[in-house]
């Protein structure tokens, strides 16, 4: 499906980063994985390795705009063509409103959102020179339905989705689709340490009472990256188990 074809996947060291990367390696997609460590990848890189496809390995701290101009122009150098960018790096923070520090909304919005212009701005330019290109941001259902606790991750969200409408239809005309995956609860530590009851009262939530793999979200970036989907633009598709309908 992606043979000949390089993926760039931010924050994938681990949880749904890592499975989008060896994923889309599956699919026959050389890829390109970042992170704010790069020791940080070697459980993704030896992943990746297995399917026989070709992995470099950046180090990359979203938040910081001119190294990622440097790192994608890097990469545009290293390999014959950037054709598929998943903005997946992001972090919580979460707490209630009045007590919310400025630190962890300011950490929140620059790592999800401003994370998510820095590396798209940085591949537009070999993608419009390509004139071809696919760009999936994960964005979260929360970015649509809202959470008490998660203001800072709501708003930042909310605004990869708006983010995503308007790069893809800023970019159609050079042949680059822009697109969001929602997920909901997706199988984590996290969702694993979470004690039996405050499980049931979530799952009690979700219409196919189970919480998503990361493998789910990383099925819906394959499709949205592939040919397939060669129609979608602009478009946010949820993972939820119809948890938001
Ligand atoms: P995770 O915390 O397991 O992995 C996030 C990765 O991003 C880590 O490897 C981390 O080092 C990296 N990262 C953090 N800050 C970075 C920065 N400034 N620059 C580069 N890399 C950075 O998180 P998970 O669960 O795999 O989430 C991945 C994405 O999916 C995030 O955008 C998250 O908001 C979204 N998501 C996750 C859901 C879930 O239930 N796990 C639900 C909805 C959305």
Redesign the pocket.
């Known amino acids: 499906m992606f043979e000949g074809k390089t993926a760039v996947i ?2 994938a ?5 890592q499975a989008i990367a060896v994923n889309l390696a599956e699919g026959g997609a050389n890829v390109v994985i ?3 460590e790069s020791e ?1 990848l070697e459980e993704t890189a030896e992943a990746v390795g297995k399917t026989g496809r070709k992995v470099v390995c950046k180090e ?4 910081d705009h001119d190294a990622a101009q440097t790192v994608f122009q890097e990469i545009a150098s290293e390999c014959n063509s950037l054709d598929i960018l998943v903005n ?4 919580t923070r979460d707490g209630l409103l009045m007590r919310m520090s400025e630190a962890d909304w300011d950490a929140v919005l620059a ?2 959102l401003k ?1 998510t212009f820095n590396c798209t701005k940085a591949v537009t330019r070999t993608m419009m020179k390509q004139r071809s290109g696919v760009i999936v941001n ?1 964005a ?2 929360i970015g649509i339905s809202g959470n008490a606790g998660q203001a800072n991750y709501g708003a930042s969200k909310a605004g990869v989705i708006a983010f995503t409408k308007s790069a893809a239809k800023e970019l159609a005309s050079r042949n680059i689709r822009v697109n969001a995956v929602a ?4 199988t ?1 530590k996290m969702t694993d340490a979470l004690p039996d009851e405050v499980r049931d009262k979530l799952l009690e939530s979700i219409p196919l009472r189970k919480f998503g793999n ?1 493998v789910d979200v990383a099925d819906a970036v394959a499709f949205l990256a592939s040919d397939r989907a060669a129609y979608v633009t602009g478009e946010v598709l949820n993972i939820s188990g119809g948890m938001l309908m």
């Not at 990359?60 to 938040?63: A, E, F, G, I, S």
């Open positions: 931010t924050g060291a681990r949880g749904i980063g970042c992170d704010l940080w990359l701290n979203v938040t997946n790096a992001g972090i790592v999800n994370g994960i979260s259902v997920p909901g609860f997706i984590s990361p």
